[in-house]
């Protein structure tokens, strides 16, 4: 049983590793073939309270950001003239979506923003949800 035990970990470790870094490979090849695409930004956190229910970890909505200065736009928001960007954003987002909230948990940690860009991800601290 112990032998069963220590290889589940390990197996577990090892695709932890595998699905991080591909992962942050997909984000690099997105920011070489989408340069008018500075990056991605979301929250992620264990909500306090939830009314009785358990309290679960979620990361939230996805934003894509055109350049440092911004925000982020809800993809659907964005301008005409980025259309080509916006629908390869969206296509991206969409296979973000699939990605099991305990990665982003495990990559990244709880009650954080995170800042996707091609210089690498940034992740600041986030308590400003209830």
């Known amino acids: 049983m112990k ?43 264990t909500d306090y309270f ?9 990361r939230h909505e996805i934003v894509v950001m055109h350049n440092e200065n911004e925000e982020g736009n809800d993809y659907y928001d964005l301008l005409d003239n980025k259309v080509e960007a916006t629908e390869n954003a969206t296509a991206f987002i969409d296979e973000l979506e699939d990605v099991p909230h305990e990665i982003y948990e495990s990559m990244f940690g709880d009650h954080v923003s995170v800042m996707a860009t091609r210089k690498g991800f940034e992740i600041s601290e986030y308590e400003n949800h209830d």
């Not at 290889?7 to 470790?13: E, P, Q």
């Not at 009314?51 to 970890?57: L, M, Q, R, T």
């Open 50 to 58: 939830n009314d009785g229910e358990a309290c679960i970890f979620h």
């Open 3 to 45: 032998e069963l035990i220590e290889n589940y970990h390990k197996m577990k470790r090892d695709m932890f590793l595998r699905i991080e870094h591909d992962f942050k490979e997909s984000f690099k090849k997105f920011f070489e073939d989408n340069p008018q695409v500075h990056g991605f930004k979301w929250t992620q956190y």
